[in-house]
């Protein structure tokens, strides 16, 4: 059974940091073709952060968490991890990981594995 958990949320000041991770079960995560993170504001649809792709694809980061967020993966751990930097109120969500054994869009469609999600909240 796949399973993602996610974990490292909390409650930062603006210009604070946060490393999320994101412990891959039953599955190897550098197998799947992409693993990302995805984040819902209350009120807001859920968006693609940053997503790793399999091969010679660049990785994806929003506009707004470009030179801010950096995603990774440990592959000796099975886990992803999206280390956040000058975190803004803006960045205040829900962040989700998620993977799919096949690519596809950035569309939280095309992913179908999920985790349950951790908290960020940034105080300004």
């Known amino acids: 059974q796949v399973k993602l958990v996610e974990s490292g949320g909390g409650s930062v000041q603006a210009g604070g940091s946060l490393r999320l991770s994101c412990a891959v079960s039953?599955?190897?995560?550098?197998?799947?073709?992409?693993v990302g993170w995805f984040r819902q504001a209350p009120g807001k649809e859920r968006e693609g952060v940053a997503i790793?792709?399999?091969?010679?694809?660049?990785?994806y980061y929003t506009d707004s968490v470009k030179g801010r967020f950096t995603i990774s993966q440990d592959r000796s751990k099975n886990t992803l991890y999206l280390q956040m930097n000058s975190l803004k109120p803006e960045d205040t969500a829900m962040y989700y990981c998620?993977?799919?054994?096949?690519?596809?869009?950035?569309?939280?469609?095309?992913?179908?594995?999920w985790g349950q999600g951790t908290q960020v909240t940034v105080s300004s």
């Open positions: 998620a993977a799919n054994p096949v690519c596809g869009s950035r569309s939280t469609t095309d992913f179908g594995y």
């Open positions: 790793i792709y399999a091969g010679n694809f660049p990785t």
């Open positions: 039953g599955y190897t995560i550098t197998n799947y073709c992409m």
